[in-house]
């Protein structure tokens, strides 16, 4: 079975503007692989090139084993994606926008089909509602909807949370669960917000300046490196007192109320609560708070 | 696919307000004249042929329906280029500004076959447009002013006989549809270079003043080029109301509309082909 989606060597520029150096990239089916980058890290550019809108400067795209450059209809036929902001047109009814577009990928436009996509997003109310009158959320739930009429195999989401609220984006990601779970789907999410790829992803990248910096499995990448741990304390004044006095001075981050917040490498957990047990400071929880976020800020500054 | 991509772009075009723009000026604009020519019509007959009065006699009913459909199109032409580059001019760069050329172009049909499907749309909603001046000017002209000769005054007048004029109104309209394609076309390439609706319009409708003017300007420096500009060929449609028609020159300018129609396309789908999609 070859690779849903195989970037080698892909680069684009712009003049002396590199957007895309020299990336590659391999997802294989079933996965939901996470693709992340700071604003300006090229994912859109590479996205955009992986669905032929942007032409690149240099390497190849193999999708479902297939060349972009010669089976790009076919390919095509397969995909379904969203691409940065949800645009629609906005003049036409949310219906027949997935109507339109459903005809020209050649997917079942029934009434009852299309009513049927718009329910799984929690829009069927709204169908016939002008797209103009539509939330940015709502339009980001139609942009998930028109990119799943055809019943694609691989799903693109391009930042599909930005400028959702808190339920909009617990939605979205269970969406994203869901096709990969329920469906099947092998789905590629770009984003920059962590969190959303460390909930959904099974796999992931972070590029930044156009070049992967890591890959791998989600869980892999978050047990290596640095932890953030959160000492829970009913005597967080002593607790500083000691720990500003220790070898970790300088890795006491910032302090919570009944907390202090600590980077430290793994092995240097059990020494530091020890410490301060000796110290006869109280400690009611130690809570590693490493996350994706903080890995992500690490790797890419130390490449910038 | 091709017919479906046509279907979409014609379902997308007639979901637009701007489009039906040119319909609703046509069907005001035109039973006005009609009935303002009823009422006045001989004064402004009067007036348009005062100089020959003196050395004629013009009898019988001339104010009829043929003479206001021939007028009402020399009329229009002013006005109707304007009408079709607002469909045209907006169904490339309209795309881009709305951000849907990402959803458009991210489907499995090729972007020549997408170019070709918006150009189609706008050549069949410009020829409807012109379907629709000649159907009502004619119809409404005849049947409030009856049928009659037709009085042509150019460098010479020319009687048309009224069994001899229906026939030169068709052939007429359908130069009319050919001339008003070549603006739709030179607006669809303007469309396909920029990112919004107004550019391709104004820069369309400058094009043809400016070119109008050189080429009524008669200064010898022009001659070599005013016969390249489509303009100086979209007056054709009166050759055919001349007596005999000079058939080699109506071919010419049916020519030289058509080269800039299909160069138009042609250009077109070479700059979308190449287009990077960053809206």
Known sequence: MPPIIQLRGLRKHYGDFVAVDGLDLTVNEGDVYGFLGPNGAGKSTTIRMMLSLITPTAGSIELFGMPLTTHRNEILRRIGAIVERPDFYNYLSARRNLELLGRLSGADVSRQNVLRILDIVGLSDRAESKVKTFSHGMKQRLGIAQALLHDPDLIVLDEPTTGLDPHGMVDIRRIIIDLAKEHGKTVLLSSHILPEVELTATRMVIINHGKAIVEGAVQDLLNNGRLKVTIETTSVASALDVLRTSPFADRVQSTGEGAVILSLDREEVHAATQLLINNNVHINGVIPVRSLEEYFITLTQEVA | ?279
């Not at chain 2, 009502?136 to 000769?149: I, Y």
């Not at chain 2, 069994?163 to 130069?175: I, K, P």
């Not at chain 2, 003017?213 to 500009?229: C, E, K, T």
């Not at chain 2, 080699?248 to 020519?255: E, L």
Request: glycine share 8%; hydrophobic share 55%.
């Open chain 2, 1 to 279: 696919m091709i017919l479906t991509a046509i279907r979409v772009e014609l379902a997308k075009v007639f979901s637009k307000w701007r489009t039906y723009i040119g319909f609703i000026a046509m069907g005001v604009l035109i039973p006005i004249v009609v009935i303002a020519m009823g009422i006045e019509g001989s004064a402004y007959f009067d007036f348009a042929t005062q100089a020959l009065q003196q050395a004629f006699t013009f009898t019988g009913n001339l104010m009829n329906g043929y003479t206001v459909g021939y007028i009402l199109l020399g009329m229009l032409y002013v006005h109707v280029p304007l009408l079709v580059t607002l469909v045209a001019g907006d169904i490339l760069a309209g795309e881009a500004t709305g951000g849907t050329y990402r959803l458009l172009l991210t489907r499995p049909l090729s972007r020549t076959t997408m170019v070709t499907a918006k150009f189609i749309a706008t050549l069949l909603t410009t020829n409807l447009l012109v379907l629709f001046m000649a159907a009502l000017s004619l119809a409404l002209g005849t049947l409030l002013l009856g049928t009659g000769e037709l009085v042509v005054i150019r460098s010479q007048i020319t009687i048309l006989a009224a069994d001899d004029v229906l026939w030169r109104f068709v052939l007429a309209y359908g130069f009319a549809a050919l001339a008003m394609t070549t603006v739709s076309s030179v607006a669809f390439l303007f469309s396909s270079l920029v990112e919004n609706a107004i550019g391709p319009i104004m820069t369309t409708m400058a094009i043809i003043i400016v070119f109008t003017i050189i080429s009524a300007i008669d200064i010898p420096m022009f001659d070599h080029v005013r016969p390249l500009f489509f303009t100086t060929h979209m007056q054709g449609w009166k050759k055919l109301f001349d007596d005999p028609i000079i058939w080699s020159d109506v071919f010419i300018s049916g020519g030289v509309l058509l080269f800039h129609i299909i160069a138009c396309y042609v250009g077109a789908v070479v700059i979308l082909r190449r287009k990077d999609i960053l809206t």
